[in-house]
C-alpha cells in the first residue's frame, strides 16, 4: 500500500543543517528567527537575503541561519545595512537586533536610517533589557521593572520614562511600514509572522524603510520561568507597549 506522508513542519531552508541551540529555555528570538526563516522562504528571496546584526544576544542568528551575514559595532547594523544595500540594491538586506542594540546604544542610528528612507527591514526584538550581559535596564524597561541596575523597580524620576520605539520610528517620514506585535501564544506569533512578511514585502517593493517591534521574553534576564515571562508579556510589558501598525504607507514614501 501507497504511504502518504504530510509533512507540515520542515527546517526552513535558511537554516544550517546541524545548529547548536544558542538561546536560554522559554527566549522568544528562537521564534523569531524560525518566522524571518519561514517568511524569507515564502517570499522566495532566501538566496539572495543578507542579515546585518550587532552586538547582544541576537547576534546569535549566525548559529541558526545558512545567510550572507554582515557583523557590525554595537547599535550600528542600520549603519552597516544601508551601506550593503546601496551597494547591491537588488539583495534583500535586513537587520537583526535587540532593544539594547536597536532602542538603546544604537537608536541614533536607527532614527537617521529611518528618516532616510533606507529600502531595508529592521526586526527588533524588544524584551525590555539588555539580556546577553546580566539584564540591565535598557531603553525600553517599563515603569517599575526589576533588573540588575534597577533593583527597586524602574524609576521615571531616576531613569526617566521607557522609550516607545515604533511610535518614535513611525514618526520618520522615511518609515513606509511600523509595526508593534508580540510573541506569547500561538495567535500572536501568527500575527507577528504577518507583520514580519509585510515588512519584507515592502522592501521588495521598494516603498521604503521597514520596521517591526516584536515583544518577545527573555526568562534569564526577567528571572522568571519561561510560562512567567509570557505571563508578564501579556499582563504588564503590552500596557506599556501597545500593539498596534503604527504606520503603513503602501505607495511608498515618495
Ligand atoms: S539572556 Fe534573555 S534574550 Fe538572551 S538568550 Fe537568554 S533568554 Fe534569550
New binding site residues.
Given amino acids: 500500500m501507497e504511504q502518504v506522508i504530510n509533512r507540515v513542519f520542515k527546517r526552513p531552508i535558511a537554516y544550517k543543517k546541524d545548529y547548536n541551540y544558542?538561546?536560554?529555555g522559554?527566549?522568544?528570538?528562537g521564534v523569531v528567527l524560525r518566522l524571518i526563516a519561514e517568511v524569507l522562504e515564502e517570499l522566495g528571496v532566501y538566496e539572495k537575503t543578507i542579515a546585518t546584526a550587532s552586538v547582544g544576544?541576537s547576534i546569535?542568528l549566525d548559529k541558526f541561519y545558512n545567510l550572507d551575514i554582515v557583523g557590525a559595532d554595537h547599535g550600528r547594523a542600520p549603519c552597516v545595512a544601508t551601506g550593503v544595500k546601496r551597494a547591491k540594491p537588488d539583495k534583500i538586506v535586513f537587520t537583526y537586533q535587540?532593544d539594547g542594540d536597536a532602542a538603546t546604544i544604537g537608536f541614533n542610528e536607527l532614527v537617521h536610517t529611518a528618516l532616510r528612507g533606507e529600502n531595508i527591514t529592521t526586526i527588533c526584538v524588544n524584551?525590555t533589557n539588555f539580556?546577553?550581559t546580566g539584564?540591565q535596564a535598557s531603553a525600553t524597561s517599563i515603569l517599575g521593572q526589576i533588573t540588575a541596575t534597577t533593583r527597586a523597580g524602574r524609576d521615571a524620576k531616576k531613569s526617566g520614562f521607557p522609550i516607545k520605539i515604533s511610535e518614535m520610528i513611525a514618526k520618520c517620514d522615511g518609515a513606509a511600514y511600523v509595526a508593534r506585535v508580540a510573541i506569547f501564544s500561538p495567535q500572536s506569533i501568527r500575527k507577528a509572522k504577518e507583520a514580519i512578511k509585510k515588512a519584507f514585502e515592502y522592501q521588495i517593493k521598494g516603498l521604503g524603510f521597514s520596521f517591526v517591534e516584536v515583544i518577545a521574553?527573555?526568562?534569564?534576564?526577567w528571572k522568571l520561568k519561561p510560562v512567567e515571562a509570557l505571563t508578564y508579556i501579556k499582563d504588564e510589558i503590552l500596557k506599556v507597549h501597545k500593539l498596534d501598525v503604527f504606520k503603513d504607507v503602501k505607495e511608498g514614501i515618495v
Wanted: hydrophobic residues 15%; glycine residues 32%; aromatic residues 6%.
Fill in positions: 544558542p538561546f536560554c522559554g527566549c522568544g528570538h544576544c546569535n535587540g524584551n539580556g546577553m539584564g521574553a527573555c526568562p534569564t534576564g
